[in-house]
């Protein structure tokens, strides 16, 4: 009788996690039609009387699913570094096992992400279910970082510094787009 009441207190918390707007991604089902949907990514829509959450899998089908058959989504962002995987037309098959960056938000029409491969693949529209995150930042947050150091012929040392708060609003001003960098994104620069 005492793991029904461990289980409860554990949906819950995880209930909370899928609020009303959050990305999942379904797994677990065992039903030959379930199986079909395993691994497909959805929008948390509301949760019902029954304690299911009704989910709108990426395509328009809604869905009534237990908490424990979803998982939070590992969606790809802007910036993200991302991996091709799935593909199965002759053209996508040289995609598979490919790296890229993300660099737009997908598309509402056709649930597409544009992904610039390396190695000269060029920008390719593709399914969220065939892009692999490959480092997500932690709760959103990338800190790229370089630094070099140059002791100039002068006694003292005079750094000057530069800093950018938005570096979106900079690159539109000057007509460069910034979209495949995450945002909030800033630049801080040291100079001599």
Known sequence: HGAPAMQEPAAKRRRVLFKAGRRVQIQGLTSDAGKEINGQLATVIAEESSGR???????????????????????????????????????????????????????????????DIHGGGGVRALKAENLRVLDEAIWGLTVFADAKSVQGKRAAQEDRYMQVMDLHKAGAALQHSLEHLPRPCSLLAVFE
């Open 53 to 115: 959450l009704t989910v709108e899998i990426d395509g328009g089908c809604r869905k009534a699913l237990k908490v424990e058959n979803l998982a939070p989504a590992k969606t790809p962002r802007p910036g993200a570094s991302v991996e091709v995987h799935g593909l199965k037309s002759e053209a996508g098959k040289a995609l598979n096992g490919k790296t890229g960056v993300v660099t737009s938000k997908r598309d509402a029409q056709s649930l597409r992400y544009q992904v």
